[in-house]
């Protein structure tokens, strides 16, 4: 069994920044995509960034050059350094591990930026 448990999320202002972070427990070995998704109210939810296990990299377009998803192996956890933030980043920010075929997400933590 895995468990994601997310931290930093909060308000700032427009041009802010936050960083959001995930630790995973439980059994994580082998090759996995550890990712951060946002929700909006009344859109769906949508990947904004992801880690393999190898150390590759994806980000949607959207915040590419603003946002940096990286991990401490150590501690099992991932991290989104967001930056230059906008009113249109505000959403429930989940953490999305995907293992052995098996989808778990974290609780989710509020992200508002302010105009």
């Known amino acids: 069994q895995v468990q994601l448990v997310e931290s930093g999320g909060g308000l700032v202002q427009a041009g802010g920044s936050l960083r959001l972070s995930c630790a995973a427990f439980?059994?994580?070995?082998?090759?996995?995509?550890l990712g951060w998704y946002r929700q909006a109210p009344g859109k769906q939810r949508e990947l904004v960034a992801q880690?393999?296990?190898?150390?590759?990299?994806n980000y949607a377009d959207f915040v590419k050059g603003r946002f940096t998803i990286y991990r401490d192996n150590d501690k099992n956890t991932v991290y989104l350094q967001m930056n230059s933030l906008k009113p249109e980043d505000t959403a429930v920010y989940y953490c999305?591990?995907?293992?052995?075929?098996?989808?778990?997400w974290g609780q989710g933590t509020q992200v508002t930026v302010s105009s």
């Open positions: 880690i393999t296990s190898g150390g590759s990299t």
């Open positions: 999305n591990l995907l293992i052995r075929f098996q989808n778990y």
């Open positions: 439980g059994s994580i070995f082998g090759i996995y995509f």
